[in-house]
């Protein structure tokens, strides 16, 4: 690691660790992005389960609790003070395992203080959370295994880390194949300049560390995930005049994506797929992803590389594939860019999902 990305972790930490103490703290929405509407009860009682001291000290821009999660095994990239964690630790059950890392101590340190009042709050005997220090550029460093991990999770981190292309590519490492990254981030719709990147405020802010989202999917192929698909998109605006100068007319937005950790050199063909209806919170339809939607019982055409997503992921069991030529069957989407996402909801009067200042939003 090189001593202006120490100086960008220096910085960071001494941001969450010193400066920042709750979510109204934070000058701008960036890191306080709305869950949304359309929780699932399950989802909504775990986010509600977790205790008040944690809460206070969100600040994510996103929910990243995915889909069918019984007994699986997640890693949470920048864990904070915990609010994630100790939710999908509900979700996961006593048999799923949840690992948060972060390199602040003081936001460590309440996470580690409420492991025992969740633990005994859900009933389970042992802990089926834990909490480690660490950088997510290094998961290696931290201790973490290889093929291990069936889901990462991550709100509102990677952008505020020097170096975009190590935390994704030791994701990948960590991931088992079939297993998926899904995270809350935000992206810009260009390139942001230097001048702002230099900005420490403004990267603490979760603004000037922004990807050019087509930089996500540049990093997200060489280090071998499948092309990101996007779950949800609010817009965020930046208000303040100071920091309006230094961005210019770039707009930034909060993105939920998922991406697969696939077999190498795996093809697969455009399919029909059934969706049984038996995801706990999802019986009558699973969201894929924002265009894709599968209700139960209902064939749906699916290009090869969903095809590949649901056959090797922990979703094989919820489908029935037919291999049969179904349509187009390239996995081009029209629609990966989530500015053009936010003005088609615009331009058809559609409801644009808004940013806000809690986790009580949802
Ligand atoms: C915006 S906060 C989000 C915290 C948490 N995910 C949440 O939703 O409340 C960013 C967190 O990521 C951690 N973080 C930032 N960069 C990191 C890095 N390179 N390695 C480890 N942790 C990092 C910070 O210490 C901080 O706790």
């Known amino acids: 690691m090189s001593a202006s990305d120490d100086n960008v972790h220096d910085q960071v930490k001494e941001y969450y660790g010193k400066k920042v103490k709750k979510t109204e703290d934070l000058k701008l929405q960036a890191c306080t992005v709305s869950f949304g509407s359309g929780l699932t009860k399950e989802v909504k009682e775990a986010l509600a389960s977790v205790h008040e001291e944690v809460s206070k000290k969100y600040y994510g821009c996103g929910l990243v609790i995915p889909e069918c999660l019984e007994g699986m095994k997640i890693l949470d990239l920048g864990s904070g003070s915990g609010l994630d964690c ?62 291990f991990f069936d889901i990462i999770v991550s709100n509102c981190v990677i952008n505020l880390s020097p170096d975009k292309d190590a ?11 079939g297993g998926e990254l899904f995270f809350s981030d935000i992206y810009a719709d260009k390139v942001v300049p230097e001048n702002a990147r230099k900005h420490p405020d403004l990267w603490g802010e979760c603004i000037s560390g922004a990807l050019y989202w087509k930089d996500l999917h540049k990093i997200a192929e060489s280090v071998g995930f499948s092309r990101p698909r996007i779950v949800s998109v609010t817009p965020v605006p930046v208000e303040r005049e100071d920091f309006k100068k230094l961005l210019g007319d770039i707009k930034f937005a909060s993105v939920t994506y998922r991406l697969f ?88 009067g559609k409801e644009v999902p808004a940013a806000c200042c809690s986790t009580k939003c949802c």
Do not use: W
């Open 86 to 147: 100790f939710a999908l630790s509900k979700l996961v059950g006593p048999d799923g395992y949840v690992v948060g890392i972060d390199m602040t101590e003081e936001q460590l340190s309440v996470a580690n203080e409420y492991i025992d009042y969740h633990t005994n709050l859900y009933g389970y005997k042992k802990p089926n959370v834990k909490f480690v220090k660490g950088y997510i550029e290094r998961l290696m460093e931290a201790g973490l295994e290889e093929n």
């Open 167 to 177: 935390v994704l590519s030791q994701s990948h490492k960590v991931l088992k194949v």
């Open 261 to 348: 950790k696939l077999p190498p050199n795996c093809h697969e063909s455009s399919a029909k797929a059934i969706y049984n209806g038996e995801i706990s919170g999802h019986e009558e339809q699973l969201n894929f992803d924002h265009q894709l939607i599968f209700k139960a019982n209902d064939s749906v055409c699916i290009d090869g590389l969903t095809h590949a997503s649901l056959k090797y992921s922990r979703f094989a069991e919820e489908f029935l594939i037919q291999a049969q030529k179904c349509g187009d069957s390239s996995s081009k989407s029209e629609l990966d860019n989530p500015f053009e996402i936010l003005e088609n909801l615009k331009s058809s």
